[in-house]
């Protein structure tokens, strides 16, 4: 059973849009990040977030946590090439246990 | 980054061929994990340690074990490789704060024939 879904699973836009990776589950987490994966190496935690309705900025990018912390959201303003890759979400049911991971989000910006 | 190495990177081995695994970290960090990655299962835990000698299992673990005798070196061992099991391998480590944040290693891709 996946309890993280990751929507939309691969994503393709021109360089200079703006989109949105959706995180969404029926559980509650404690915390939740997001990674961004390029070919041949692993993950490389771009945020954490832990209070519900917390919003995080990076840059160009937005993370939001979910009221509920249910959901959270990855908004991406302009995007560049360099943004293409793998984005994952992954959640912490409590401290210092596992993190279940969505199957991921595939993005490609196209210069 | 955080100083966390693999070894091997790549590996071709047969089945029923035993295979080790060495995720080796210069952080000190209490928590280590075996991840496989597959197209369309995203990362699946195998194992994770909690402490030197402390391990336990994850959702994929049939087919895997592993030793932590040390705080730096975590060890997966296929005992007796599976085609099921060509995979790409990463291990992670984690402070186990209660963000529970992970650091991930650079990966192993081991294909079994």
């Known amino acids: 059973t996946q309890l993280l879904e990751q929507s939309p699973q691969f994503l393709s836009i021109q360089e200079g849009e703006n989109l949105t990776v959706y995180c969404n589950s029926s559980?509650?987490?404690?915390?939740l990040q997001w990674y961004r994966q390029e070919p041949g190496e692993g993950p490389v935690l771009l945020v954490t977030v832990v209070t519900g309705g917390e919003v995080k900025k990076l840059k160009r990018l937005t993370f939001q946590f979910g009221d509920a912390r249910k959901d959270s959201s990855l908004h991406i303003t302009a995007a560049q090439p360099g943004d293409t890759g793998l984005y994952l979400c992954a959640g912490a049911r409590t401290s210092g246990s596992r993190l279940t991971f969505g199957e991921g989000t595939q993005l490609t910006v196209n210069p | 980054d955080a100083g966390i190495t693999q070894s091997p990177r790549h590996k071709v081995t047969e089945t029923g061929t035993p295979v080790t695994l060495r995720c080796h970290q210069t952080e000190n960090h209490r928590y280590m994990y075996w991840y496989r990655q597959d197209p369309g299962h995203g990362l699946r835990l195998i194992h994770y340690?909690?402490?030197?000698?402390?391990?336990d299992k994850g959702e994929v673990s049939d087919g895997y074990s592993v030793s932590r005798s040390k705080t730096e070196d975590f060890l997966l061992t296929l005992e007796s490789a599976t085609s099921s099991q060509t995979s790409v391998y990463f291990c992670?480590?984690?402070?186990?704060?209660?963000?529970?944040?992970?650091?991930f290693g650079p990966g192993t891709r081991l294909t079994v024939t």
């Open positions: 559980s509650v987490f404690s915390s």
């Open positions: 340690s909690y402490g030197v000698k402390d391990t």
């Open positions: 992670a480590i984690s402070t186990g704060t209660r963000s529970a944040e992970q650091y």
